[in-house]
């Protein structure tokens, strides 16, 4: 599974639609203080289900949407969209490209969609689950989290070090086998 291409359109300061080509060999994101960078990262931990309007650096949901600015009117609606190449079909779904994509309006309302057909939040979840980019990955690390590692205990810093390497989930069959 590659990441292939990221549409945003009304999301934070990207009014304009954009589209982000992740060309082989690309590996970094660069732009002056307040360009957007972080507001790309964003833009993925929202399509891929995000739910704490906080850790997007919100109050509520709909201040995703492009709050306007001195030479544009605000907009009402928010969108991107995350198309992966599947050939190696790593998502389970039978198909060579998976494309999510959230929305947003002003009044709250929202809507999630797989390769073009509305879905629930739980189906993008599920989609992601165990595949290390869900929502409570560690294939994205913010600033915060890297400082969080760095003062952790050692026990803790374990715990990360096996949730990344995969080994949790099968600790935690380990655990469920001993208890039966
Ligand atoms: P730095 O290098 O300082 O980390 P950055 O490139 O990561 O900067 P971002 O934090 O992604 O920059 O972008 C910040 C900009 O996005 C600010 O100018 C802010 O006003 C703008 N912004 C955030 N949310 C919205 C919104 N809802 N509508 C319009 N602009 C927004
Ligand atoms: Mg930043």
Same mark, same amino acid.
């Given at each position: 599974? $590659?990441?292939?291409?990221? %549409?945003?359109? &009304?999301?934070?300061?990207? +009014?304009?639609?954009?589209?982000?080509?992740?060309? !082989? &060999?690309?590996?970094?994101? /660069? &732009?002056?203080?307040?360009?957007?960078?972080?507001?790309?990262? =964003?833009?993925?931990?929202?399509?891929?289900? =995000?739910?704490?309007? $906080?850790?997007?650096?919100?109050?509520?949901? !709909?201040? /995703?949407?492009?709050?306007?600015?001195?030479?544009?009117?605000?907009?009402?609606? +928010?969108?991107?969209?995350?198309?992966?190449?599947?050939?190696?079909? @790593?998502?389970?779904?039978?198909?060579?490209? /998976?494309? %999510? +994509?959230?929305?947003? @309006?002003?009044?709250?309302?929202?809507?999630?969609?797989?390769?073009?057909?509305? %879905?629930?939040? $739980?189906?993008?979840?599920?989609? #992601?689950?165990?595949?290390?980019?869900?929502?409570?990955?560690?294939?994205?690390?913010?600033?915060?989290?890297?400082?969080?590692? #760095?003062?952790?205990?050692?026990?803790?810093?374990?715990?990360?070090?096996?949730? %990344?390497?995969? /080994?949790?989930? @099968?600790?935690?069959?380990?655990?469920?086998?001993?208890? =039966?």
């Amino acid at each position: 599974m $590659k990441l292939k291409s990221l %549409v945003i359109n &009304g999301f934070k300061s990207f +009014a304009d639609k954009t589209e982000i080509n992740f060309q !082989p &060999g690309m590996t970094a994101i /660069v &732009g002056p203080n307040g360009s957007g960078k972080s507001n790309i990262i =964003e833009a993925i931990r929202w399509v891929l289900g =995000e739910q704490s309007a $906080k850790s997007l650096r919100g109050g509520k949901m !709909p201040d /995703v949407i492009f709050a306007g600015s001195a030479a544009r009117a605000a907009l009402n609606r +928010a969108e991107v969209l995350i198309t992966f190449d599947n050939h190696d079909r @790593y998502l389970k779904i039978m198909s060579d490209e /998976v494309t %999510v +994509a959230r929305r947003i @309006y002003r009044d709250g309302n929202s809507e999630f969609l797989i390769n073009g057909k509305q %879905v629930r939040l $739980k189906d993008i979840i599920n989609l #992601f689950i165990d595949t290390g980019l869900g929502r409570e990955s560690f294939s994205i690390i913010s600033q915060g989290r890297v400082e969080a590692i #760095f003062n952790s205990k050692p026990q803790e810093r374990r715990t990360i070090i096996e949730e %990344v390497a995969g /080994v949790s989930k @099968y600790k935690k069959e380990k655990q469920k086998a001993e208890d =039966e």
